[in-house]
C-alpha cells in the first residue's frame, strides 16, 4: 500500500474514534515515510484516548508545537492521577485540555495586565 493510502486510511479511523486501528494506521504509516512528524499528535491522541500514558508521553515529545505539547503533557499528568477503573471517554478528555487551554489564556491575560500595571505611564 502507498504511503498516500495508509495515511489517508489513518485518518478515517481516527475521525471514526476507532483509536487501537487508528494506532495501528498510524505506527504503519511512521514506518513507511520519512518525514513522519505529522502523525505524532493524532498518534499520541490517540494513546491518551486508550489510556496508555506512557506511549503518548512518547510521542508528545516528538511534537514540534511546544505549546500544544506542554498542554497534553500537562492533561496525560492530570489524567494519570485519576484512579484506574474511572471511565473517562473522548468528551471528557476534551473538556479537560479545554479547560488547560483557557486556564492557560486567563494567566497568560492576568500577566499582560500585571504588566500594564507596574509600566509607569503607560499608555493606550
Avoid at 500500500?1 to 486510511?9: I, N, P
Amino acid at each position: 500500500r502507498s504511503t498516500q493510502g495508509v495515511s489517508s486510511a489513518a485518518s478515517d479511523v481516527y475521525k471514526r474514534q476507532q483509536w487501537d486501528l487508528a494506532i495501528e494506521f498510524f505506527l504503519k504509516c511512521k514506518e513507511l515515510t520519512r518525514k513522519n512528524t505529522i502523525h505524532y499528535k493524532k498518534l499520541a491522541w490517540c494513546f491518551v484516548y486508550t489510556r496508555e500514558y506512557d506511549q503518548a508521553l512518547e510521542n508528545i515529545n516528538k511534537i514540534k508545537n511546544r505549546k500544544h505539547k506542554k498542554l497534553v503533557q500537562l492533561l496525560v499528568k492530570d489524567l494519570k492521577r485519576l484512579p484506574k477503573r474511572k471511565k473517562i471517554d473522548k468528551k471528557q478528555i476534551d473538556q479537560m485540555f479545554r479547560e488547560k487551554q483557557d486556564l492557560v489564556l486567563r494567566a497568560k491575560k492576568k500577566n499582560i495586565e500585571l504588566g500594564k500595571l507596574l509600566v509607569n505611564n503607560y499608555g493606550p
